[in-house]
């Protein structure tokens, strides 16, 4: 254990004047604490007034939820001599959520968000007994489908930094999303499925751009963007008929067919009309370059049969 | 001469055969033997996730144990590619289970998935098998004049488990462009922000209201053009009034090439560099 010596950039928010700005805070501090335990210094050392939310410093209450260097994560679980670049460690809170002060954020707007996707389970009579005498049973198999999405404590990591957010402020976000998933999976909810998927189709699971931020950022290693693709799945499944439906229809067939994606005809596939300017738009572009017709799209490789057999086998053969 | 395994990504195929041509352009230019993975399948677009993950397994595992069967590592410059393609390797690796399953029918093919070959991105190629000293030594010409705003795009620094640089603080792209002679606009507004180019077809404004945050940031910086590795995101970005290149493209003009040669005629908006 020694003594280090750097700045805390900290982005700050005065409600009173409405006003947001950084301040930089020049500690030297053992190597050893936590971005928690640094902000608990400043405020008991240099400056009183610094506000934060924290509570059990466990990584489990996730109140402390923020961006340290432009990520998001919990200060309590970050050590902050690991987040030193430069000199500096970069505090700021999260985005996406109305700032109260400083690090605090209202996370009564994704709150609501989560309501609509009915974050509880609708018991299944078959599976959950109607008296306290007899278990409802889940097996280990059937726990292990959503045992993982059970850990999220809604600390707001992922949602702070997502960029579907980043786009449109009226999609769900990425831990609703995981939520809903986690519902669909669960063997004792009695819910129809279709219901489910109802919840989550507008202003939900069709706009996620899949970057991966939220798997960087959440504290319990849950990953969010894949269960929006498990939730993109089961919408297509029970029939759904959408642009992501159809895109992922038509994607598995023409790599099936060829081995590769057919952007050429993609967007009529899946935007029906509104794909047709695209198409028109890429027609005129690759004919002015003088491209033929048959290198629009991809050509299969020889011996294509070989990765349908492949395909067909992984389908059957891997579980 | 060092040889490496040119994984063809749907970015490289089709009306998009220019990005193969400046991919194997720039592989010549640094001295390294560019392979094709002719057989190679798509990586799945996280979008035949959506069909069934086993099956996006299977395809990388595939991908990959063509690489081996080469005896060569894979490289492909695409982000989503490379992010894709590196989980399934994670997922393998950590699952022998999974990775015998696969193999079983993999050996229909001669393949097998070993988990030898490393897989690369243009960045880490740079850095960790062609090495910034040679690749400092292959340029033969600055561009000068110009200023670079680099964009790495998501999937090279999430999920963390594949990132090929310091997420907190990448600075792989600013290393490798300020060799070129351009100047480096190392910080812009929505730098970080997703170019949404996987809501193209689902969600077309959606990628529309994105793709135009981090040109407009880096036009708002005074950078003349933007720089990203990535064909997605420099086909997502490509046609605003900031413009965009693919970072390889600049490495191709400062080795000597002319812009045409390079395919920066093909851009949307026009690039002007003084060479």
Known sequence: MKNIKYTAKIKRYNPEKKESYWQDFEVEVEDTLTVLELLMYIKDKIDSTLTFRSFCRSAICGSCAMLINGRSGLACKIQAKDKIRNGVVKIEPLQHLPVIKDLVVDIDPAIEKLKKVKPYLEPDPKKVPDNLKSESLVSPEEFAMYDKQTDCILCMACYGQCNAL???????????????????????????????????????????????????????DIKPAEDILGLRRIAKDVGKDNSATRRAKFWFQTVYETGQIDKYNLPVASLEEDGEVIKENMEKEFKERGLKEENFGPQPFDGIQDLQNFIKKVQKEVK | ?????????????????????????????????????????????????????????????????????????????????????????????????????????????????????????????????????????????????????????????????????????????????????????????????????????????????????????????GADIVATPCPLCHKAMDGKEEPILQVTQLINVACGMTPEETAINLNKTEVKLSI
């Open chain 2, 1 to 221: 001469m060092k040889k490496i395994g040119i994984y063809p990504g749907c970015c490289f195929q089709g009306a998009d055969e220019h990005n193969y041509e400046i991919t194997i352009r720039f592989l010549e230019n640094m001295g390294v033997d560019g392979i094709l993975l002719e057989r190679a399948a798509c990586c799945g677009g996280g979008v035949i996730d959506e069909s069934n993950k086993l099956v996006v397994y299977g395809l990388n595992a595939r991908n990959i144990a063509l690489a081996e069967k080469e005896g060569v590592d894979l490289y492909t410059p695409c982000n989503t590619c490379y992010m894709i393609i590196a989980k399934t390797k994670l997922a393998l690796d950590s699952n022998p289970d999974l990775k015998e399953q696969v193999n079983k029918i993999l050996a229909d093919e001669g393949l097998e998935y070993k988990g030898e070959a490393k897989i690369y991105h243009t960045l880490n190629l740079l850095r960790d098998f062609i090495g910034m000293d040679n690749y400092k030594k292959a340029l033969k010409r600055e561009i000068s004049g110009v200023k670079v705003a680099p964009y790495y795009g998501c999937h090279v620094l999430a999920p963390n488990e594949v990132a090929v640089d310091d997420p907190d603080n990448p600075t792989l792209l600013k290393e490798i462009l300020e060799p070129l002679g351009v100047e480096v606009i190392d910080e812009y507004q929505n730098q970080n922000t997703c170019c949404g180019y996987h809501a193209t077809y689902t969600d077309n404004a959606q990628k529309e209201r994105l793709a135009i945050k981090p040109l407009d940031g880096a036009k708002e910086a």
């Open chain 1, 166 to 220: 980043e786009g449109d402020a009226k999609y769900l976000g990425p831990l609703q999303l995981t939520k809903a998933f986690r519902f669909i999976m669960d063997s004792r909810d009695g819910m129809d499925v279709e219901e489910r998927i109802n919840l989550v189709e507008n202003s939900g699971i069709y706009e996620c751009v899949q970057c991966q931020m939220c798997l960087a950022a959440c504290p319990k």
